[in-house]
């Protein structure tokens, strides 16, 4: 597996980031990374969670400055400092997690900063949505220009996301964790949206952690592990296997282990279930009734955007039900606040870990304890027992390794996506719960990270607890789950084995194409 050699002066490349160094505090983020994209290549940047990767397209986007190095656009060396700089030099860039204004519409947040005005100030909205209509169209990337961010699925979100930077015309595109939230479906169309950009001379850097992914769309790819430069390969020339041990260090193993399931009594009894839409009139979900067992892992599966967000917010009081009932360990929880249930043994790894997982600008050790600072471990007489806190989040850190600049005080916000993720896993699992909801737990995480967290819900479903899987992946599905429900426009329409079905005939189900009656 040759290393190919860094050339510092060549025209062919659209990108030179020589010898970039950024430090934080308590780590150095990019220690002296050089990275090399050719003009009308796909260039995967691949790397653990924390590794570095982000960092080093915030710098290109001019969100960071480093404190080395240099960068040079189509030869000529530049001096990025902040995200018009980036525009005006042709780089646009989708962030992991998104920059969109949540109460502006699909279309006021595409043209947001490059607005088309007239000779009197006045806004030419209906020019401005035919484009964004004719780019929709062109890209395959479907929008209703007209809804309110904060009422559209996370996949509409990305794809607004990608518009924008269509948009402006942006020559370098930089798409940080794209796949992260998308369906199998999208996830294709996706990458055929990168090789059509790529052949029409467009040079795309690809962050992510999916081999698969990278191994199908990427040309070249990078390896960074704990801020260093690893390597540079030509994706034709080498193995899942090696990328990822490059990435981590070891070999990983790909596929879950299991051992026979016992089954015990009933944890969740969901009997005709149904959640009202923000979005339109109809309910998102309609009559759903199922029950998880202990000791099983019940996956419910479909395509984004099929009344899973909502089934979710109604089964862990986040919204409430427009009809059905909801019994936990016997006891029935409809209308139970989020705590009672909490208490009562419900976990909820949520969709969105920044809206409902984390208060951001609360550090580590305190995001840690969010739903047990009251328990007597962690507070008494109404005072917050520190040390006890801060010893639990060092004890957590270590054992999933929680990677961050300055351990439990780390402000929640300033980690990597994937630590986020980590950090919310940890605390659902370690409540020692008799029901976990893990919606999208591996979401954002690399390779390495995913073989443990799968362990861990294997784990708890060996200890005879419920587990209830809510997975896009086509493959955590098939891989990780005892029994698999379909969803498709609210309604559970199909029971699947996952020993016996095949990502094909899922695939029917989940887009209404085959159902059975429940």
Known sequence: MEKE?????????????????????????????????????????????????????????????PEEGIIKINGKEVKISDPNDANDLGIGMVHQHFKLVECFTVLDNIILGVEPVGKAGILHKAEARKRVLKLSEKYGLQVNPDAKISDITVGMQQRTEILKMLYRDNDILIFDEPTAVLTPQEIEELMQIMRNLAAEGKSILFISHKLAEIMAVADRCSVLRKGKYIGTVNTKDVTMEDLSAMMVGRNVNFHVEKKPQKLGDVILKVENMTVASHMHKNNAVKNVSFEVRAGEIVCIAGIDGNGQTEFVYGLTGLEPLAGGKITLLGKDITKMPIRRRSVMGMSHIPEDRHKHGLVLDYSLEYNIVLQRYFEPQFNKNEFLRRKNIRAYADQLIEQYDIRSGQGAITSARSMSGGNQQKAIVAREIDRNPSLLVAVQPTRGLDVGAIEYIHKQIVAQRDAGKAVLLVSLEMDEVLDVSDRILVMYEGEIVGELDPKTTTPEEMGLYMAGAKRKEM
């Open 5 to 65: 050699q860094i050339r510092p002066q060549d025209s062919e490349y659209a990108v030179e980031m020589l010898h970039i160094t950024k430090r934080f505090p308590g780590i150095i983020a990019n220690d002296d990374i050089t990275l090399q994209l050719r003009k009308g290549e796909i260039h995967a940047l691949l790397g653990e969670n924390g590794a570095g990767k982000s960092t080093l397209m915030s710098v290109l986007f001019g969100l960071y400055q």
